[in-house]
């Protein structure tokens, strides 16, 4: 996913990237990341819109059943050598000697913020019966429904005293 600088001149020029799944270092992808881009140039720096995507892998947090989700992301980042532009997610350096841009460090950064925090393979997952372990958007749960604490017994027997007491 490099485009050589001297390839780049003020209008805009389109590009197609094909990345391997294998290159970038993300085990949940599933699938090879494309990209559509256009780069132009403006004074020293290099202005790259575009979109990717891809498919990923992920295991419920819930169910812990695994899924699949689209990522389709649109981007903007520049690329530039002056040293006195303020720094941000969307601004990259480019050394003065460098002769190309490498995208793949960027698109590969994006990916990753793209993967939520909590995975849920549809906002309905019932999840996981904590007592038998059954996935309950599967199956129903084989738990015995009338289970107590033990530590209430004393109190449902001092009810069962006071109550009788009261008659």
């Known amino acids: 996913m490099k485009i050589l600088i001297s390839h780049i001149c003020a209008d805009k020029k389109l590009f197609e990237f094909s990345g391997d799944k294998e290159s970038f270092d993300i085990p949940e992808l599933r699938e090879d990341v494309k990209v559509h881009a256009s780069i132009y140039q403006t004074g020293e720096s290099y202005t790259i819109k575009g979109s990717f995507s891809t498919l990923i892998e992920l295991q419920c947090d819930r169910c812990l059943g695994s899924y699949k989700q689209k990522i389709d992301q649109n981007f903007e980042v520049i690329y530039t050598s002056e040293e006195n532009v303020d720094k941000d997610d969307h601004i990259m350096y480019l050394e003065p000697q460098d002769i190309e841009i490498d995208?793949?460090?960027?698109?590969?950064?994006?990916?990753?913020?793209?993967?939520?925090?909590?995975?849920?393979?549809?906002?309905?997952?019932?999840?996981?019966?904590?007592?038998?372990?059954?996935?309950?958007?599967?199956?129903?749960?084989?738990?015995?429904?009338?289970?107590?604490?033990?530590r209430w017994d004393s109190l449902k027997e001092l009810r069962k005293t006071l109550e009788s007491a009261e008659e």
Not at 109 to 126: A, G, H, N, V, Y
Request: aromatic share 4%; with cysteine.
């Open 103 to 150: 995208i793949k460090p960027y698109i590969q950064d994006t990916i990753q913020l793209s993967i939520p925090f909590k995975k849920l393979c549809s906002d309905s997952c019932k999840g996981m019966c904590a007592g038998c372990g059954a996935n309950l958007n599967k199956e129903k749960c084989t738990c015995k429904k009338e289970k107590t604490d033990p």
